[in-house]
């Protein structure tokens, strides 16, 4: 009797270990987006949404078109190495979003994109949004006045990468080596 009851909790503690696995395994690997939705405009005047993300790997990367050097740099070596990828990394959208919308109209977006590359799109918008969109992507910017009246803008500096599902996949960071930045978004074409 005794031994049919430690049988029966044992087998009801296994189910019950099982269960718990298989909820936390799926919750892992239920694909989800990454940040919050959005309604921005692409340097071209169309609008863009967060579906934009969806369907293909990305490359996102925040900054602003008076940057001094991170954001100058970064699109042009993010440039660079979609085109070593040639093929393998036909499928990776990239993207240039301002944080700095008060001055980055999409048409200044646009233009400062398109001078470094055909591959990547500018997207800015109303402040507020642009903002919000940033804030859900854990993107941290940060206006700083200069002595001068002008101001610069704090900001992350690494590529956000996103799996076909819109998900997080990883980053590049700014200064990586260029051997790692290919290697990840290799891994990231491959999905």
Known sequence: MMRSILVGILVVVALAVGWMTFDWYRVQHTAKAFGAPFELVQG????????????????????????????????????????TLGDEGKDIRAYFVSIDPERDTPEIVHSYVTNVSDRIVGISGEPEKVMAMAKSFGI?????????????????????????DGDFAGTIAYGENPDNAIAKLKRLAKG
């Open 44 to 83: 071209n005047g169309e609008p863009i949404t967060q579906e934009a993300l969806k369907g293909h790997p990305s490359a996102v990367f925040f900054g602003f078109t008076h940057c001094p050097e991170v954001c100058p740099t970064t699109l042009f070596e993010l440039d660079g190495w979609l085109k």
């Open 140 to 164: 941290y910017s940060k206006r700083v006045d200069l002595e001068n009246g002008d101001y610069t803008m704090d900001h992350t500096a690494s590529i956000l990468l996103l799996n076909s």
